[in-house]
Nanobody
Framework: QVQLVESGGGLGQAGGSLRLDCVTS????????MGWFRQAPGKEREFVAA???????YYADSVKGRFTVSRDNAKNTVYLQISSLKPEDTAVYYC???????????????????WGQGTQVTVSS
């Protein structure tokens, strides 16, 4: 049973930074592509970022330049560094993971095998 547990959410101020962590257990973390999604109030869940097994990074256009995804295979952890926080970053952030052969389109939630429970990020102006 693969489990993903996010942490690091909370209240941030516009212009500040937050880092989200996602620890994975029960699987082979180094073999997975890992990603982040978010769901703002009243909106659908959307793709934010992903990082491949070879550390290639992919970002939604809306967060490029402000979000950085990284991973530490020794710690089975994927990170999302959020800089220059904006009120529109307020959302529940979800960690996701899956084997590479199932992931052809990172934007499609259905292609991700494993999900965390989410962590709330609230940005005040």
């Amino acid at each position: 049973q693969v489990q993903l547990v996010e942490s690091g959410g909370g209240l941030g101020q516009a212009g500040g930074s937050l880092r989200l962590d996602c620890v994975t257990s029960g699987g082979t973390f180094s073999s997975y592509i890992m990603g982040w999604f978010r769901q703002a109030p009243g909106k659908e869940r959307e793709f934010v970022a992903a990082i491949g097994r070879g550390y290639s990074q992919y970002y939604a256009d809306s967060v490029k330049g402000r979000f950085t995804v990284s991973r530490d295979n020794a710690k089975n952890t994927v990170y999302l560094q959020i800089s220059s926080l904006k009120p529109e970053d307020t959302a529940v952030y979800y960690c996701a993971g899956g084997p590479a052969y199932t992931l052809r389109n990172y934007y499609l939630q259905s292609q991700w095998s494993y999900w965390g429970q989410g962590t709330q990020v609230t940005v005040s102006s």
